[in-house]
């Protein structure tokens, strides 16, 4: 139980294009999900937390424009990239919980922008 | 199927005792095995580990992996408050498509 899924789990892009990334709780209803990107030596970033049918919470730093979060039934959210651009290249990871401190991870998503 | 499982699940220790968190896993492509703190926000690097018996420590803690029975640990000694927190272990595959597998975590709890 608690699986998380995320789709596509590697995605190659020209500069410009907008990249949607989504993320699915498959055997639980997740009533908050995360997004994550990693960054160089494995560190991981918090860039919002998505709490179904509501706006997502951004960290500061992060863009609510270029990122665009939506948490639109408690077993899917997705992360669009819009206009990336070769920094946006980074692995990014989300994870879902259905209580307090507990989260279960997905497996990642790999974007590189060419 | 590709897991990682982590024990204990939970764990409650006094300041001062050492504890051993365990992980194991089964992954087809094994790249590396990463071990996480995450107390509030975000998980926090810990190691990374890719060959079997080399330990790294950092501090308080170290950690070991076995290629061989496919597991690794994480040491924690003279434990301290500031140490509670959920220790995630995640497998890195390898190949054509990057993937992470994490386990469930150990949630630790370090009593004054």
């Known amino acids: 139980g608690a699986v998380v899924s995320q789709h596509p789990s590697r995605v190659i892009c020209k500069s410009g294009t907008s990249v949607k990334i989504e993320c699915r709780s498959l055997?639980?209803?997740?009533?908050?999900m995360f997004w994550y990107r990693q960054f160089p030596k494995k560190s991981l970033m918090l860039m919002a937390t998505s709490n179904e049918g509501s706006k997502a919470t951004y960290e500061q730093g992060v863009e609510k424009d270029k990122f665009l979060i939506n948490h639109a039934s408690l077993t899917l959210s997705t992360l669009t990239v819009t206009s990336a651009h070769p920094e946006d290249s980074s692995f990014y990871i989300c994870s879902a919980s259905r209580g307090v401190n507990e989260q279960f991870f997905g497996p990642g998503t790999r974007l590189t922008v060419l | 199927e590709d897991k990682v499982v982590q024990s204990p699940l939970s764990l409650v220790v006094h300041e001062g005792d050492t504890v051993t968190l365990n992980c194991s896993y089964e992954v087809t492509n094994f790249r590396s095995l990463l071990w996480y703190k995450q107390e509030k926000k975000a998980p926090t690097f810990l190691f990374m580990l890719?060959?079997?018996?080399i330990e790294k420590k950092s501090g308080r803690l170290s950690s070991i992996l076995d290629k061989k029975e496919l597991f690794s640990i994480l040491n924690i000694t003279a434990t301290q408050t500031g140490d509670s927190a959920i220790y995630l272990c995640?497998?890195?595959?390898?190949?054509?498509?990057?993937?992470?597998?994490f386990g469930t975590g150990t949630r630790l709890k370090v009593l004054a």
């Open positions: 995640a497998v890195e595959e390898k190949g054509g498509t990057y993937k992470y597998i």
């Open positions: 890719t060959s079997s018996g």
């Open positions: 055997d639980f209803q997740a009533t908050t």
